[in-house]
């Protein structure tokens, strides 16, 4: 060893290094599948009672994780609500690459596989606390159906909107009949839902036939 090259450190402080960076990933790791599962929880029991008619208790004998653990996750209910918001709303996702290609048949099948995910009806449950306050809760739901609207006004203006008719009206409606439907089918599943919502998109198709021409993508000029 030169005198230019540091001493190498004994081996047992890398051992002692070692240890704390695997025991910090095993917390880590525990953190992660505790603040799962309480948000499991979290969401059924939103979903079968709502969420005034849900306790801490509740959630901690239906996830296994004590009491104590919830609100050191999530500082209070309002906090596990945000969480269990956010999770649920991200998981309706418009496919891009169904956006680009102009097939509402594609983004309306997406849109049906994540209605029937049991929790998909959970933001009902959770619509009356959005509608009462002006809180975090009631800005998630205005955003998400910002997002969506956008999304498909995007997709009628990729495709042509029948003349005379604004894409971003017509994208309001056709939230706006998504959003019924599934109300619907959530309240009374006699409501066929498939072919409701496969309704919904040939109607939407059989008017291309009176649409205005679909709005040139631009191109980048180099140089």
Same mark, same amino acid.
């Not at 939230?175 to 409701?196: E, F, K, R």
């Given at each position: 060893m030169t005198p230019s090259e540091p001493a190498p450190a004994p081996l047992e402080a890398h051992d002692r290094s070692g240890v704390t960076s695997r025991r910090k990933r095993r917390i880590?790791?525990?953190?992660?599948? !505790? *603040? *799962?599962? =309480?948000?499991?929880?979290?969401?059924?029991?939103?979903?079968? *009672?709502?969420?005034d008619r849900t306790s801490f208790v509740d959630i901690a004998e239906r996830s296994g994780i004590s009491r104590g653990s919830i609100p050191w996750h999530f500082a209070n209910k309002e906090g596990l609500l945000l969480a269990v918001v956010d999770r649920a709303l991200a998981r309706q996702t418009v496919d891009r690459d169904s956006l680009e290609h102009g097939d509402i048949t594609d983004v309306l099948a997406g849109i049906k596989q994540w209605m029937h995910q049991p929790t998909a009806a959970m933001l009902y449950t959770l619509l009356t606390q959005a509608l009462a306050t002006d809180g975090d809760v009631h800005d998630r739901f205005v955003q998400f159906h910002r997002r969506g609207r956008a999304a498909l006004a995007a997709l009628i203006d990729a495709t042509g909107a029948p003349s005379g008719v604004d $894409?971003?009206?017509?994208?309001?409606?056709?939230?706006? $009949?998504?959003?019924? =439907?599934?109300?619907?089918?959530?309240?009374?599943?006699?409501?066929?839902?498939? $072919? !409701?919502l496969d309704?919904? $998109?040939?109607? =939407?198709?059989?008017?291309? !036939?009176?649409?205005r021409p679909a709005r040139p993508k631009a191109t980048r000029k180099d140089g």
């Open positions: 880590d790791e525990i953190g992660d599948e !505790s *603040r *799962r599962r =309480i948000m499991d929880a979290a969401e059924e029991l939103f979903t079968e *009672r709502g969420f $894409a971003d009206v017509l994208a309001t409606v056709v939230n706006g $009949a998504l959003l019924g =439907i599934h109300l619907q089918w959530t309240l009374d599943p006699t409501v066929d839902l498939d $072919a !409701s309704l919904l $998109a040939t109607l =939407i198709n059989s008017e291309k !036939s009176t649409t």
